[in-house]
């Protein structure tokens, strides 16, 4: 399983967009990268996965450059109601172990 | 509704005493999961299910114990509980494909041993 690496905390304004990026220099192959989001005292909840370029949903984009050593998460017009722990992870779908690290403590000020 | 639901929610017990939290999913979900979530340590896996009667050791199992009988059933039991096991415990669920990196969580049991 790639480790990851993330900054700890980012402080963002509402209506900014805020963008997110994680280190997995180790990804294998088969591996896709999947973020999550948290809430205090919530479960973990799927954002978005991708395994190359980019990919985007209604709620966020996700940049993945050609060496897929990294990983950017981004967030546009954020409001307060983002603020939260987001997660990266790496691994390959149907694979059983997971580990999440650290996370990023995103707080979005007025 | 599609959920994991974790009962009971919030737990206080002395050491020792056995203790089980549920966990149940409405998913029809092969794969079951659990993680404990300290502060500063992110969430770690305790143990997982690929499928009933399927279990295997996540990175902190010491501890802990689980069975798979029912397809959306994964309970996890504290046979001797320690105050070093007080936690937010976390189960999660997925169609097998995608196993543990794209998965539905529960809301958590905040558990406290003194």
């Known amino acids: 399983l790639a480790k990851t690496t993330q900054p700890i905390s980012m402080d963002s304004y509402e209506g900014q967009e805020v963008n997110i990026t994680c280190s997995h220099n180790n990804i294998a192959t088969n591996d896709y990268i999947t973020w999550y989001q948290q809430f205090p005292s919530q479960g973990p909840r799927f954002i978005i996965q991708g395994y190359k370029t980019k990919v985007t949903n209604e709620v966020a984009s996700l940049f993945i450059p050609a060496d897929r050593k990294s990983s950017t998460l981004s967030l546009p017009r954020v409001s307060l109601s983002d603020t939260a722990v987001y997660y990266c992870l790496v691994g390959e779908p149907g694979g059983f172990k997971t580990i999440f690290g650290a996370g990023t403590r995103l707080f979005v000020k007025a | 509704e599609a959920q994991v639901t974790q009962n009971p929610r919030y737990l206080i017990t002395v050491t020792g005493k056995k203790l089980t939290v549920t966990c149940s999913q409405n998913m029809n979900h092969e794969y079951m999961s659990w993680y404990r979530q300290d502060p500063g340590l992110g969430l770690r896996q305790i143990y997982y299910?690929?499928?009933?009667?399927?279990?295997d050791k996540g990175d902190v199992p010491e501890g802990y114990k689980v069975s798979r009988k029912e397809k959306r059933n994964f309970p996890l039991i504290l046979e001797s509980p320690s105050p070093n096991q007080t936690s937010l415990y976390f189960c999660?669920?997925?169609?097998?494909?995608?196993?543990?990196?794209?998965?539905?969580f529960g809301q958590g049991t905040r558990l406290t041993v003194v």
């Open positions: 299910s690929m499928n009933v009667e399927v279990t």
């Open positions: 999660a669920s997925s169609p097998i494909a995608t196993g543990g990196i794209s998965a539905f």
